[in-house]
């Protein structure tokens, strides 16, 4: 009697430990379910678990931009207020001139100090005085020798002065000490409503204030205590001090928050440094600014990624998995000889089918070695095989991380806080007045140098020139014109333009309109008062000019400052003139929204949100204005920021989706290429070979390549052509009758 024989079902999993753990098709499907599970904690924990910021971190930049521009505009004051005198003080070293002479020209050059004096260092006497007293007493003045003292911050009746000195030569009493005194006044720099901006000195005291008046204990100390964190950090290499505070909540939800910076450079070697001085920008911010449009996002994306995690392993290891271990056992009984009576029983599509037909196809050859092979398998539509499951398992991620990529296009429901919008504003205003200073102070500058050039000689002329480039890098090119416009001195680059029309009054202006680079230039009569004349009435030259024509990356740097976008400097037709990034010179602006903004900017600055025509922007715009001749020019400095790149709770939410969704792919990518390579492209190659060998091929040597299920099956599919070749040998060829 008979054995009955087993049925597949029950041998379908025997001997699963001569399958390798570490290769094969194990692995990739094992580090898909937990990468995605992975995926999906950092999605809940990530973007699930972010809540609404009570001070966005806009909000609190914006008070802390505000603290560095108005920082590095006072310390670029106070540099340039030093620069100024010993500037002046040393047109005097070949030719000395009386005390109340040189207070009188210097009085005339520049009108930024309030008192000057000369004094004789070793004695104290006073030789020459102008405008207010200057605070003296208490100067060790017989330690100077050879250099000026640095400024220094002395109290006075009036309030703290800011002292100046510079070392001048004087007719009569040979060196002497040059003091001006002034107060150390804020920058021009706007603020909003309810915002404050100090300056602060090392002992605590306010020394300036603009905007509104701290009255609440509460406000005054939160001033205090970021004076005090800003005096014990210390910079990153190449950085200043700066950060923010944020008080407690008020009965009404609101809280102040603070922005602090140091005035002091990156490197801390320059004027400003040893005075101690911080800047302080306080605001109140309404409670819960901030917004988020889909709270429950982050938990929901993270439980449907879950369940397609789970959803993707079993369909994996129904598809992949249990049919190419079916096809190992199946081939492992074939080349043991078992039950060669029983068919191979495996999966119907795919390459397994492909291997699984050709498996009994070869069962039938070892039960009967005289049966001729099978015909090869020709003109049959070829199937995807095993990229077939692939490609649904990426689409089922890609709909899952797909949502959540689209977060990070533009977003026209992100709501900024008004206080960015503002900042944005007065930002764009400061920028607008650095430039309006800058221009200003170069024409200053030549103004101040006029009468020296105009009764020096050739050679003197261009030592001037020379030492004035070198002490400025604002200039690209000095030079003096003659009545003709012919060049009598020069010192940098070649001047832009010469003869009868270059001549002109003075002022700022800008040479040309078209070309590679725009030209903008100061220009000073060298003959007459060096005083500016009054508006509307400058003359035109009748002698000598002296010309400087500003560097236009040195304007560009005025512009480039952190978080605030794009900055452009334009002129009266709406042309590029500068910016902080690379632009078309007297090309119009990048972003063609700007110019609404820009027309409702002729005489205060503005900003305002636009979402229509692209990208949400937060656009600002600031004329340069002022009484000179800077403000008859019409120009105006233009800002963009996209909303997408302030820090507000919606866009951080959509940032942290949109990375969720990114390594959701990047896991599906990896492990779903993993076994395309590692078992797909194996598979296809082995069911070539196998139908080739069930076709009748004994000649080519079936090699396993790894140690995982398809080399197994390689293996056996060896064996059996072996076997099937022996048996070929044993079995005696048929002879037909005659």
């Known amino acids: 009697m008979s054995t009955a024989p087993?049925?597949?079902?029950?041998?379908?999993?025997?001997?699963?430990?001569?399958?390798?753990?570490?290769?094969?098709?194990?692995?990739?499907?094992?580090?898909?379910l937990i990468l995605l599970l992975a995926v999906a904690a950092i999605t809940a924990l990530a973007v699930g678990g972010l809540r609404v910021d009570e001070t966005p971190q806009a909000v609190r930049e914006s008070h802390q931009y505000a603290a560095e521009d108005t920082a590095a505009?006072?310390?670029?004051?106070?540099?340039?207020?030093?620069?100024?005198?010993?500037?002046?003080?040393?047109?005097?070293?070949?030719?000395?001139?009386?005390?109340?002479?040189?207070?009188?020209?210097?009085?005339?050059?520049?009108?930024?100090?309030?008192?000057?004096?000369?004094?004789?260092?070793?004695?104290?006497?006073?030789?020459?005085?102008?405008?207010?007293?200057?605070?003296?007493?208490?100067?060790d003045l017989g330690q100077v020798t050879d250099t000026a003292p640095a400024p220094l911050l002395v109290p006075s009746?009036?309030?703290t002065r800011l002292l100046t000195f510079a070392l001048v030569s004087t007719k009569a009493d040979g060196r002497a000490l040059l003091v001006a005194?002034?107060?150390?006044?804020?920058?021009?720099?706007?603020?909003?409503?309810?915002?404050?901006?100090?300056?602060?000195?090392?002992?605590?005291?306010?020394?300036?204030?603009?905007?509104?008046?701290?009255?609440?204990?509460?406000?005054?100390?939160?001033?205090?205590?970021?004076?005090?964190?800003?005096?014990?950090?210390?910079?990153?290499?190449?950085?200043?001090?700066?950060?923010?505070?944020?008080?407690?909540?008020?009965?009404?939800?609101?809280?102040?928050?603070?922005?602090?910076?140091?005035?002091?450079?990156?490197?801390?070697?320059?004027?400003?440094?040893?005075?101690?001085?911080?800047?302080?920008?306080?605001?109140?911010?309404?409670?819960?600014?901030?917004?988020?449009?889909h709270p429950a996002l982050g938990l929901a994306a993270a439980g449907a990624l879950l369940l397609v995690a789970l959803l993707l392993a079993w369909y994996l290891i129904r598809t992949l998995q249990r049919p190419l271990l079916r096809l190992f056992l199946e081939s492992r009984r074939l080349t043991r000889g078992e039950q060669l009576d029983q068919p191979v029983t495996g999966p119907k599509r795919g390459d397994a089918g492909r291997i699984t037909r050709a498996l009994e196809e070869l069962r039938l050859q070892l039960l009967d070695p005289a049966r001729p092979p099978a015909a090869p398998a020709t003109g049959r539509r070829r199937r995807p095989g095993t990229a077939l499951p692939l490609a649904l398992c990426a689409v089922v991620v890609l709909g899952w991380s797909g949502p959540l990529l689209l977060l990070g296009g533009a977003d026209t429901a992100v709501r900024v806080p008004a206080q960015v919008v503002a900042g944005q504003r007065d930002r764009t205003d400061n920028a607008a007045d650095r430039i309006r200073q800058a221009l200003n102070e170069g024409y200053a500058d030549l103004r101040s140098l006029a009468?020296?050039?105009?009764?020096?000689?050739?050679?003197?002329?261009?030592?001037?020139?020379?030492?004035?480039?070198?002490?400025?890098?604002?200039?690209?090119?000095?030079?003096?014109?003659?009545?003709?416009?012919?060049?009598?001195?020069?010192?940098?680059?070649?001047?832009?333009?010469?003869?009868?029309?270059?001549?002109?009054?003075?002022?700022?202006l800008l040479l040309n309109s078209s070309g590679k680079e725009p030209r903008i230039a100061a220009r000073a009569a060298l003959g007459g008062s060096p005083a500016e004349p009054a508006e509307g009435d400058a003359p035109e030259a009748k002698g000598p000019v002296l010309v400087g024509e500003f560097r236009t990356d040195f304007l560009g740097g005025l512009l480039t400052r952190p978080g605030l976008g794009r900055v452009?400097?334009?002129?009266?037709?709406?042309?590029?003139?500068?910016?902080?990034?690379?632009?078309?010179?007297?090309?119009?602006?990048?972003?063609?929204r700007a110019r609404t903004v820009l027309a409702d900017a002729r005489k205060a600055a503005t900003a305002d949100v636009v979402r229509t025509g692209g990208d949400p922007a937060l656009l600002a715009a600031a004329p340069l204005g002022g009484n000179g001749t800077v403000g008859k020019l019409g120009w105006s400095v233009v800002t963009a920021h996209p909303v997408a790149w302030l820090h507000l709770d919606q866009n951080r939410a959509d940032r942290r989706a949109v990375l969720a969704g990114m390594l959701g792919l990047a896991a599906a990518a990896l492990c779903l290429g993993w076994l395309q390579i590692a078992v797909g492209l194996p598979l296809r190659r082995l069911a070539a070979n196998a139908e080739a060998l069930a076709a009748g091929d004994r000649r080519t040597v079936l090699y396993p390549v790894h140690h995982d299920e398809v080399g197994a099956v390689a293996r056996s599919l060896e064996l059996i052509r072996q076997d099937l070749e022996r048996a070929a040998r044993r079995t005696p060829v048929p002879t037909p009758d005659r």
């Open 568 to 592: 452009w400097l334009v002129d009266d037709r709406q042309r590029v003139l500068a910016a902080n990034e690379g632009y078309s010179s007297f090309g119009e602006l990048p972003d063609g």
């Open 451 to 508: 009468p020296a050039l105009a009764e020096a000689s050739v050679g003197k002329a261009d030592t001037l020139l020379h030492d004035t480039l070198a002490e400025h890098d604002r200039y690209r090119s000095l030079y003096v014109l003659g009545a003709n416009g012919e060049v009598l001195a020069q010192a940098g680059g070649a001047p832009h333009r010469t003869g009868p029309d270059a001549l002109g009054p003075s002022g700022v």
């Open 73 to 139: 505009s006072l310390r670029a004051g106070l540099h340039e207020s030093a620069t100024d005198l010993r500037r002046a003080a040393a047109h005097y070293d070949s030719a000395p001139a009386e005390p109340a002479a040189v207070l009188t020209a210097l009085g005339q050059a520049y009108r930024k100090w309030r008192g000057t004096v000369i004094v004789r260092p070793d004695t104290g006497r006073l030789l020459a005085a102008r405008g207010e007293t200057v605070p003296l007493a208490g100067l």
């Open 6 to 32: 087993t049925p597949p079902r029950q041998h379908r999993y025997r001997r699963r430990a001569d399958m390798p753990l570490l290769g094969g098709i194990r692995p990739p499907i094992a580090l898909l």
């Open 181 to 293: 005194s002034d107060n150390l006044r804020l920058p021009g720099t706007a603020t909003r409503k309810e915002q404050t901006i100090q300056v602060l000195d090392a002992d605590g005291a306010v020394l300036d204030s603009t905007g509104a008046k701290l009255t609440a204990d509460s406000d005054r100390r939160l001033v205090g205590l970021a004076r005090e964190r800003a005096a014990r950090e210390r910079p990153a290499p190449g950085g200043t001090v700066s950060g923010t505070l944020a008080g407690g909540p008020d009965e009404k939800g609101a809280r102040r928050v603070a922005g602090y910076a140091v005035v002091a450079s990156p490197g801390g070697h320059d004027l400003a440094t040893p005075l101690g001085l911080t800047v302080v920008s306080t605001s109140t911010v309404d409670g819960r600014p901030g917004s988020l449009r």
């Open 157 to 159: 009746a009036t309030g």
